[in-house]
């Protein structure tokens, strides 16, 4: 079965510093990779994916990942983090052959000090 | 705009009654799903469909029911079965066979039994 594992349950940093929120998955073919942002009191939005191609993905607000096969982690990054990134960031992992049917983390919630 | 649409926001129910959340999408997605959040919790998985009149039992289905009579709609009754039915419900779709996966979210609704 696929497991996600974010490591982290809460991070802080200072705006305008870099970030870095881990995740790690258990799955034996190529997965589908995703990360999700949820503010508070509302849905997941979708941040970016990776399934296939280029293992560095770029997404939105100035999000990237980076798919590493060998570790088994699909980390998510930004350079420079703005207050308005403070949310709660879900890993997930879907599989071809559940037809789309994802398995989420626990999730990170990210808090920014001014 | 596309998107799904879940309603009410908020909605407030005495114990021992049934209630059903509405879900619907106009993505023209084949997969639909029903998810549970407890403050501070990650996802948990009720009930999906990956097609039209038919449905799967997720991780926590115990005291809950759908149905999937239209490919745009996917309703959750949360019955007097459910122990512990306060928490907020997330409704999302994808697409379900040859695509990427992603899962599109509704704006959640918050239900709170008293």
């Known amino acids: 079965a696929q497991s996600v594992t974010q490591p982290d349950i809460h991070i802080t940093v200072s705006e305008g510093a870099s970030l870095e929120l881990r995740c790690n998955y258990s799955?034996?073919?190529?997965?589908?990779l995703f990360w999700y942002v949820q503010s508070p009191g509302q849905g997941l939005q979708l941040l970016l994916k990776y399934f296939s191609g280029d293992t560095l993905v770029q997404g939105i607000k100035g999000f990237e990942a980076e798919f590493k096969r060998s570790q088994s982690s699909f980390n998510l990054r930004k350079p420079s983090v703005h207050w308005s990134d403070a949310a709660e960031y879900f890993c997930a992992v879907a599989q071809n052959t559940n037809a789309g049917k994802s398995t989420f983390g626990d999730g990170t919630t990210l808090t920014v000090k001014p | 705009d596309g998107g799904i649409t879940q309603s009410p926001k908020y909605l407030f129910r005495k114990e021992g009654q049934n209630v059903t959340l509405s879900c619907e999408q106009n993505?023209?997605?084949?997969?639909m799903y029903w998810y549970r959040q407890d403050p501070g919790q990650g996802l948990r998985l009720i009930y999906y469909s990956q097609i039209v009149n038919d449905f799967q039992k997720g991780d926590i289905a115990e005291g809950y029911s759908v149905s999937r009579e239209k490919k745009e709609s996917f309703p959750l009754t949360v019955t007097s079965a459910q122990k512990n039915p306060t928490a907020f419900y997330l409704c999302a779709s994808s697409i379900a066979f040859g695509g990427s996966y992603e899962q599109y979210f509704g704006p959640g609704t918050r239900l709170t039994v008293t």
């Open positions: 799955y034996g073919a190529t997965p589908y």
């Open positions: 993505l023209n997605h084949d997969a």
